[in-house]
């Protein structure tokens, strides 16, 4: 979709329980822009993308700045650092559960953070917005497992968006960590169905998307524009 990125693809075109499709060119999700050539620049112009939605830690956007605010000037730039402040509390957070619980402990653990994140979403130009994280598997995973929660996708396309970052990166991160265990870089990029299936579960005992999104502080009309991106 955007040279040099591994993990970039619309959220458009995802079917619904109620047997609609949502809507394309609203939100797109990535990895770190930091990345993009020249020619990935121009893909992202050419898409119209009006918001990037930087959900790094400080930290990870002062080792790889994001191009978007010096080369694309009429892109809104956001940076929101999602789930925790700094690497080390990250850490703290990944060893608190398996991959296959890990969503259901972001939604339980840390609502302030996501609330900031889908209210910059919820407040953005209609445009297509784009989010991203380093890998853009797992805090960006789990804005956009939510959101399309939000918009009734069916269970198994929230799921397998989930899962198909595991093979987006899979090969290219053997490729430039060659020097680290193949093993561990395997389990590092995995992203197990499973965790979609059991957040679904946890949004269910919250009363749904919906519920869970106003329990964590969202009001109704940003709730309802949250929706609207994607149906």
């Given at each position: 979709m955007?040279?040099?990125?591994?993990?970039?693809?619309?959220?458009?075109g995802?079917?619904?329980?109620d047997g609609?499709?949502?809507?394309?060119?609203s939100?797109?999700?990535?990895?770190?822009?930091a990345?993009l050539?020249?020619?990935?620049?121009a893909?992202?112009?050419?898409?119209?993308?009006?918001?990037?939605?930087?959900?790094?830690?400080?930290?990870?956007?002062?080792a790889?700045?994001?191009?978007v605010p010096?080369?694309?000037?009429?892109?809104?730039?956001?940076?929101?650092?999602?789930?925790?402040?700094?690497?080390?509390?990250?850490?703290?957070?990944g060893g608190?559960?398996?991959?296959?619980?890990w969503?259901?402990?972001v939604?339980?653990?840390l609502?302030p953070?996501?609330?900031?994140?889908?209210?910059?979403?919820?407040?953005?130009?209609?445009?297509p917005?784009?989010f991203?994280?380093?890998?853009g598997?797992?805090?960006?995973?789990?804005?956009?497992?939510?959101?399309l929660?939000?918009?009734?996708?069916?269970?198994?396309?929230?799921?397998a968006?989930?899962?198909?970052?595991?093979?987006?990166?899979?090969?290219?991160?053997?490729?430039?960590?060659?020097?680290?265990?193949?093993?561990?870089?395997a389990?590092?990029?995995?992203c197990?169905?499973?965790?979609?299936?059991?957040?679904?579960?946890?949004?269910?005992?919250?009363?749904?998307?919906?519920?869970?999104?106003r329990?964590?502080?969202?009001?109704s009309?940003?709730?309802a524009?949250l929706?609207?991106?994607?149906?």
């Amino acid at each position: 979709m955007f040279p040099s990125l591994l993990n970039a693809r619309d959220l458009g075109g995802y079917p619904t329980v109620d047997g609609a499709l949502t809507r394309p060119r609203s939100l797109l999700r990535s990895d770190d822009l930091a990345q993009l050539s020249t020619e990935g620049l121009a893909a992202l112009t050419a898409y119209g993308v009006e918001t990037v939605l930087d959900l790094r830690w400080p930290e990870e956007i002062a080792a790889a700045p994001s191009p978007v605010p010096q080369q694309l000037p009429h892109v809104r730039y956001v940076s929101v650092s999602l789930l925790t402040d700094s690497p080390a509390d990250w850490g703290a957070l990944g060893g608190y559960c398996a991959k296959e619980q890990w969503k259901c402990a972001v939604l339980e653990r840390l609502r302030p953070q996501l609330r900031r994140a889908l209210a910059v979403i919820s407040a953005a130009a209609p445009g297509p917005l784009l989010f991203h994280c380093v890998a853009g598997k797992d805090r960006t995973g789990i804005i956009a497992a939510l959101l399309l929660a939000l918009a009734d996708v069916a269970p198994e396309a929230i799921a397998a968006d989930y899962a198909v970052s595991t093979t987006n990166l899979r090969e290219a991160y053997l490729r430039r960590r060659g020097d680290e265990d193949p093993a561990a870089i395997a389990e590092a990029v995995r992203c197990p169905e499973e965790a979609v299936y059991n957040m679904l579960d946890y949004l269910e005992g919250a009363g749904g998307a919906a519920a869970y999104l106003r329990g964590i502080g969202l009001g109704s009309a940003e709730i309802a524009r949250l929706r609207d991106r994607l149906r």
